[in-house]
């Protein structure tokens, strides 16, 4: 028998609670990298709660820090956060199909890896409620942390705000290292694209493009070569949706 809505909502709110908490942390550092950027307070729990994602808003804040165009940023942005287009489409087929348009849209609004794994592996037909739940739970916590982090620059010592910086790279540390160690591939082309990206900072006529470029290019290049060599069988996409 299906549950009712608010125990549904009530559920998702529980389950989101410590994916939250994760993120205030998370967020704060995020917050330290953005006061070094130039952004208020406000900005960066504006840019927080909109934009619901680490990669993508760091990707964002760097190329705001690097001066670098709009269209530059709107770019990156998309290239960082397309792994969230596979997931929504992962998620909708848990849905009911009578879900309506409106809250299919609301749901792919935090579609992160925390809350889409504790989404995805909720009995199916999943009720949208869940995820509102678990969004209301994590969402403002994050929006929260990064502020804070931002409040912090600016009352923190120079030298500590620089030391906190450090602090979001551990995060990508953490989000590369598993996969790396259990997929060879993975661990080949995080090398490579530390390389290339390091080679076409030193190149002379590739230099000279700004960073948000280099990274765009570098990411969607590498992301096809890896597409090309070493395609995910249909056996393994099952798999995984089984999972």
Do not use: C
């Amino acid at each position: 028998m299906r549950e009712d809505k608010r125990s549904a909502f009530l559920r998702g709110m529980k389950d989101g609670l410590p994916i939250g908490l994760g993120y205030l942390a998370v967020a704060f550092a995020l917050g330290i990298t953005a006061k070094s950027a130039g952004m208020t307070a406000f900005q960066g729990f504006l840019m927080s709660a909109l934009g619901v994602a680490s990669a993508g808003e760091y990707a964002a804040i760097t190329v705001i820090g690097a001066a670098a165009s709009y269209w530059e940023m709107a770019a990156v942005t998309l290239v960082a956060n397309a792994r969230y287009l596979l997931m929504s489409f992962a998620l909708s087929q848990r849905l009911s199909p009578d879900t309506t348009l409106p809250q299919r849209l609301l749901i792919g609004y935090a579609v992160t890896d925390e809350l889409f794994g504790i989404a995805v592996h909720q009995p199916k037909p999943l009720d949208p409620m869940y995820s509102y739940g678990s969004y209301l739970a994590a969402v403002p916590l994050w929006a929260l942390g990064t502020a804070l982090g931002v409040i912090a620059g600016n009352i923190l010592p120079l030298r500590v705000v620089s030391a906190l910086s450090v602090a979001l790279f551990g995060m990508f540390i953490a989000v590369i290292v598993p996969p790396s160690r259990e997929n060879r591939i993975v661990l080949v082309f995080v090398l490579l694209s530390f390389a290339a990206s390091f080679a076409a900072s030193r190149l002379p006529w590739i230099s000279g493009v700004s960073s948000g470029t280099r990274v765009i290019v570098l990411t969607v290049l590498l992301a096809a070569l890896a597409a090309a060599l070493f395609p995910v069988k249909e056996e393994e996409e099952a798999a995984v949706d089984a999972a």
